[in-house]
């Protein structure tokens, strides 16, 4: 696509539910990243995706915390059993990458925004 | 470790010059990122710099010098549009470690 994609670009779930945040990055793109970023708060790296592979999960916050990419393109961050500390906007970024540094910017997506209730 | 400093908010008036902070120390260094992210939107990318020195795109600037761990974004005539965060962003091999922001308030 044109742009880095995510979906839903709101959720509202109850506490202890599990959810599912999608991103498309764009095409050919071989780097992507997921951040957080809580109100009034700067971006907090959560995992980097090289391909299909998570060389970096440190960012997680914890094991309730999980994300896969499939195909080197879609990613999936999952959520389970919500806690309202989780709520914040989540963000995708995807970068080409080569010479073990990516190559120019990060292109981020609008984000989703989740509210646990 | 990381460790990216910048001012939490600053306010100008329109048409005026704003410079904007960033020191940093990391535990490695590939490049300086400047991003802007309005209210509820994306962040987007506005300067990058790897080497020490001023680069300049239109009325925006923005400076590094690697050996003092410090970075500045210069924004000239302030429009009311500029009012926005201001990321300040140090790239480490893969990783991009973002500062916590600077919230830039034009005033008329």
């Known amino acids: 696509g044109a742009g880095v994609s995510q979906s839903p670009s709101n959720k509202v779930t109850e506490k202890g539910k599990d959810v599912e945040l999608r991103c498309d990055p764009i095409?050919?793109?071989?780097?992507l990243y997921w951040y957080r970023q809580s109100l009034g708060q700067g971006l907090e790296f959560l995992i980097y995706f090289q391909g299909n592979s998570a060389p970096d999960k440190s960012g997680l916050p914890s094991d309730r915390f999980s994300a896969e990419r499939t195909g080197g393109s879609v990613s999936t961050l999952t959520i389970q059993r919500t806690q309202q500390e989780d709520s914040a906007v989540y963000l995708c970024?995807?970068?080409?990458?080569?010479?073990?540094?990516?190559?120019?910017?990060?292109?981020f997506g609008e984000g989703s925004r989740l509210t646990v209730l | 470790g990381q460790n990216i400093d910048q001012p939490t908010e600053m306010t100008a008036t329109e048409g005026a010059i704003v410079q904007i902070n960033c020191t940093y120390q990391?535990?490695?260094?590939?490049?300086l990122f400047w991003y802007q992210q309005h209210a509820g939107e994306a962040p987007t990318f506005l300067s990058y710099?790897?080497?020490?020195g001023l680069e300049e795109k239109g009325r925006f600037s923005s400076f590094l010098s690697r050996s003092k761990g410090y970075s500045y974004l210069l924004l000239k005539e302030l429009q009311m549009k500029d009012s926005a965060s201001y990321l300040c962003?140090?790239?480490?091999?893969?990783?991009?470690?973002f500062g916590a922001g600077t919230t830039v308030t034009v005033r008329a």
């Open positions: 990391t535990s490695g260094f590939n490049g």
């Open positions: 970024a995807s970068s080409d990458f080569a010479g073990g540094t990516i190559t120019g910017e990060l292109f």
């Open positions: 095409s050919g793109h071989t780097a």
């Open positions: 710099n790897v080497l020490d």
């Open positions: 962003a140090v790239l480490n091999d893969y990783k991009l470690s």
